[in-house]
């Protein structure tokens, strides 16, 4: 496992950072710490399709000097799959801010369980 | 290829095309809009659904000009054209019914959004039921949980900007873990198409190869699932998200949305990994035990509220119990329970939600017990929408409810080690379910001496009636025509692998 590991250390990171932001998102009781934990767990996973999706050695599949074999480019799937996911995550993103946004105008703080306590004591 | 083999297609660009109209449009034109739209959508999946179920197998719809193993394609059934209509059907009612409640609670300017927003979810639902690309269905899946949590947030209170939080906080968690699965899918099987997938999938396992990459990912997407769609113990966003939203929100939510997403993790053990698979990888059991948990705690929960719109939210949790304890029966028998039960679902629950606000509404607005008390007899047909749902979710016979019952029931049988704790819950459930509905049915037709609050007619509320009744027979066709539905659930599964 453990030269296995070296090798791919990439990967390895990319699901560190995976964890921490899973963690963070789930765990942080300020918003916009939630919302940072976020973004890096969808980093994570950016960096591990993009650490998967490229050879060392090949290029981006636009022929360049005639080469058309296969073994000089990689595969252009997951980096498409990458840019895709950032747009849905901006998207994803600016909606959670809006409604932080939202919430602290309508209670002046960013802590979610004393939101959650407020609201009991309202009684709405 | 037949004609009919676009429809699919069209009606899934018909709705997304429609919400970008929408967002240029005034209120009533919208709002015309998005119910013409519906109806075209029910009529065309109809007609796809006729025709799959003559020619006896799915068709695929190539996206594009790019051929199967690299381009985007759409696949459709008896099970998925059914399940669109269905799905279409019961967001029309929902609409319609809860339409005159959309104007006291959200801005007047603010409602053509409304329309955008649904017609998105519309769009999104579709292509989750349609789709046989797996990173398709990861973008739409995204784009319902946007739309939802405008659903929930477009009524501005304090309540439902928390509860849209929590939503989005345990959507993004479950889609993130999601994405990480099918990311790992691809790179280990080299495909993003389901049926590409499901055979790289079927060699890999048979040649023992990256097993440990492989149950990783199937747990991933199976827990990342189940958290979208509500599985206890990840429910704590539900009952605020049900109880606080506009009543046409919370049915849509309840009934449609959640569904969208156990249909995809159907589809999944179908297509992507096959069932074979899934029940050898054990994470079937855990969806079992959560599954169960739910039907009694989602029970439990509900008889302790003291409101009636977040005691229906509450039984969703038990109702969504129920599903994931088919699945993890692990048996083709416990699968068409399961997918029965959407149906079933999807047409009680939305009758409660649209029934129980016309129950409010002759109450001073207000949800708690004590206020409902007699409500039976102001709004009778609200009354009498509220009790068919309520006879339907805890099981009478001729009801949807007793059909799924007894469905879940047989499909214990057929698996000897998981029989008895089956049955012990469902029953123990049904009579959880028994005590808080009939305890509210009897509460609405209990007659009250002096009421402060007036009565309303049936004919100062024509549309808002008819959907009841149409409802109320959505219902007892389930109930009474199960036979030729559970044969068109088989038929569907069969077409799936």
Not at chain 2, 280 to 300: H, P, Q, R, T
Request: aromatic share 10%; charged share 15%; hydrophobic share 50%.
């Amino acid at each position: 496992m453990g030269p296995n590991l070296l090798a791919n250390y990439g990967e390895a990171v990319s699901m560190i950072l995976f964890c921490i932001g899973f963690a963070n998102l789930l765990l942080q009781k300020n918003l916009i710490k939630k919302i940072i934990g976020l973004n890096i767990m969808d980093s994570g996973t950016y960096m591990f399709l993009a650490e998967k999706g490229y050879i060392e050695g090949r290029v981006a599949p636009i022929i360049t000097d005639g080469v058309q074999s296969v073994e000089a480019y990689i595969n252009p799937i997951p980096s498409g799959l990458v840019l895709t996911g950032i747009v849905v995550s901006v998207s994803v993103t600016a909606l959670m801010l809006s409604l932080t946004v939202r919430l602290y105008r309508r209670y002046h703080t960013l802590n979610l369980d004393e939101i959650s306590l407020r609201l009991k004591k309202e009684g709405l | 290829m037949d004609f009919v083999c676009n429809f699919p297609a069209i009606s899934i660009l018909m709705s997304l095309f429609s919400g970008i109209i929408s967002s240029g449009l005034k209120q009533r034109a919208a709002r015309m809009l998005n119910s013409i739209l519906l109806l075209t959508v029910i009529a065309l999946n109809a007609t796809a659904f006729v025709y799959t179920l003559g020619t006896g197998q799915s068709f695929v719809y190539v996206m594009g000009k790019f051929p199967a193993p690299w381009g985007n394609e759409i696949r459709a059934g008896v099970l998925e054209t059914m399940m669109a209509t269905v799905f279409s059907l019961i967001m029309l009612l929902s609409l319609l019914g809860g339409e005159k409640k959309l104007h006291d609670e959200v801005e007047e300017d603010k409602i053509f959004l409304y329309y955008v927003l649904n017609d998105l979810l519309l769009s999104s639902l579709l292509a989750l039921i349609y789709t046989n690309d797996i990173f398709t269905a990861y973008v739409f899946i995204e784009i319902n949980t946007i739309a939802a949590c405008g659903l929930i947030m477009i009524r501005q209170n304090g309540r439902t900007i928390e509860a849209s939080v929590r939503y989005m906080i345990m959507s993004l968690l479950g889609s993130g873990m999601i994405l990480l699965s099918i990311c790992l899918l691809y790179d280990i099987t080299g495909h993003l198409l389901m049926s590409n997938i499901k055979e790289e999938v079927i060699s890999l396992y048979a040649g023992g190869n990256y097993s440990v990459p492989l149950t990783v990912a199937i747990s991933l997407i199976c827990v990342g699932l189940a958290i979208k769609s509500a599985l206890f113990p990840f429910h704590s966003w539900l009952p605020d998200a049900y109880g606080y939203s506009t009543v046409s929100s919370a049915a849509i939510l309840s009934s449609l949305v959640s569904k969208g997403y156990i249909f995809l993790l159907i589809k999944i053990f179908y297509r992507v990994i096959g069932l074979d698979i899934i029940r050898n990888s054990k994470i079937i059991n855990v969806l079992f035990v959560f599954g169960l948990a739910g039907m009694i705690f989602g029970s439990l929960s509900a008889m302790k509220e003291g409101d009636i719109r977040r005691m229906i939210a509450f039984s969703s949790v038990a109702q969504i119990g129920y599903i994931y304890m088919g699945f993890g029966l692990g048996t083709e028998v416990g699968m068409i329970a399961s997918v029965f039960h959407i149906l079933t679902h999807a047409a009680t629950k939305s009758l409660l939600f649209i029934s129980a606000i016309g129950l409010t509404e002759v109450s001073g607005g207000s949800r708690h017990f004590n206020e409902v008390t007699g409500a039976g007899f102001r709004n009778v047909i609200a009354g009498i929408g509220f009790t068919v749902g309520s006879l339907s979710m805890v099981g009478l016979p001729a009801f949807a409810g007793f059909i799924s019952k007894i469905l879940f029931a047989q499909a214990a049988l057929n698996n000897v080690r998981k029989m008895l704790p089956v049955l012990i819950v469902l029953g123990i459930s049904t009579i959880l379910n028994a005590i808080y509905f009939l305890k509210t049915v009897l509460r609405i037709y209990t007659p009250v001496e002096t009421s402060y609050y007036k009565p309303l007619l049936i004919k100062d509320q024509k549309l808002y009636s008819v959907v009841i009744i149409m409802f109320v027979i959505i219902n007892f066709i389930l109930g009474l025509l199960s036979g030729s539905i559970t044969n068109w659930i088989t038929l569907g599964l069969e077409m799936f692998a």
